[in-house]
């Protein structure tokens, strides 16, 4: 039980950190991002790739980061002058080309065989059998690092420009601000923490191919961001939490109800996470957090 709580933790850590980095494009910046899964599968490549030819784990990360990061600054000067539903669809067709880039390139990316071997940081330094434990403490590190740098950007001067962006980009114009650089600035930063999350990935199963990526990792960080607060990193967190949490456990229910096959089970655990999510935004439309806001602004806001 305990290794499973350990795994089911490790994917909670991994599912925050891209519905940090969703929260941050669309939730505070306004910027559909469709093709999330994207960027998160070439993080997982970049660093696999990079750690099996040699380079130190912690490099590679790095350096996933940075070209995840720089990938979607490119892809944001593509597309981000489109209107919020022609961006959806750019960058979920942006995410389609890098996938088929991915599995057919096999001089490149290993195509469909897949990279394994894939080593994981400080691996050396944990005893034996407590791998996944400390793998699970550098996740939870890496959310908590993350979490507090979304956090002080949100209330800095630079946050409150971004949601100025999201709210009225005309007015931002007039001001003197570039809308075009805010927005560019604000995918990159997305595809870094993207980037983090992918290599986590790649490091925790050792093996990635592209079948471990698909629009579900998008649907699931939507799922998070709704769930939790759209512009609220505390609420992503817990309903990340809560979300894998009701995925995981809810496997549980092949061997409690007799006669459930495993299609049966994959259908009703959709269900009971459908189901959920339709009753919270019923009781709770705007999620478990709000958006953080100066202390001027509630004090504005509370006259009225």
């Known amino acids: 039980m305990t290794v499973y709580l350990i795994a089911t933790l490790t994917l909670v850590a991994m599912a925050a950190l891209a519905g940090l980095a969703l929260n941050l494009q669309w939730g505070m910046g306004g910027l559909v991002n469709f093709g999330l899964f994207g960027f998160y599968m070439l993080g997982a490549y970049i660093a696999g790739l990079l750690t099996v030819q040699g380079l130190p784990p912690l490099v590679a990360l790095g350096m996933a980061m940075l070209g995840v990061a720089a990938l979607s600054a490119v892809s944001a000067l593509i597309s981000v002058r489109l209107s919020e539903d022609y961006l959806a669809i750019v960058t979920l067709g942006f995410a389609e080309c890098l996938r088929l880039v991915i599995s057919y390139e096999g001089w490149l990316t290993r195509g469909m065989l897949g990279v ?4 994981r940081p400080f691996q050396a330094w944990w005893p034996r059998g407590w791998g996944d434990t400390g793998f699970l403490l550098l996740a939870l590190l890496a959310v908590l690092i993350v979490y507090t740098v979304l956090q002080a950007l949100a209330r ?11 709210d009225d980009p005309g007015v931002v114009e007039a001001l003197g601000k570039s809308v075009l650089a805010v927005r560019v600035r604000v995918f990159a930063i997305g595809g ?7 290599s986590l990935h790649a490091f925790y199963y050792s093996y990635i191919d592209p079948t ?32 894998i949490f ?21 259908a009703i655990r959709l269900f009971l996470v459908g189901v959920g999510l339709v009753v919270l935004l019923i009781f709770k439309p705007d999620g478990f957090g709000r958006e953080p806001r100066s202390a001027l602004a509630d004090k504005t806001s509370s006259r009225f």
């Open 116 to 119: 394994s071997g894939i080593e």
């Open 156 to 166: 800095s001067p630079f946050g409150r420009l971004v949601r100025a962006t999201r």
């Open 192 to 198: 870094a923490i993207l980037g983090l999350a992918g």
């Open 212 to 243: 471990q990526f698909g629009p579900i990792i998008t649907a699931y960080a939507f799922m998070a961001v709704v769930v939790g607060g759209r512009g609220s990193n505390r609420g992503v967190v817990a309903s990340a939490f809560t979300l």
């Open 246 to 266: 009701l995925l995981e456990g809810s496997r549980f229910l092949i061997d409690l109800v007799p006669g459930l096959g495993a299609s049966e089970l994959a």
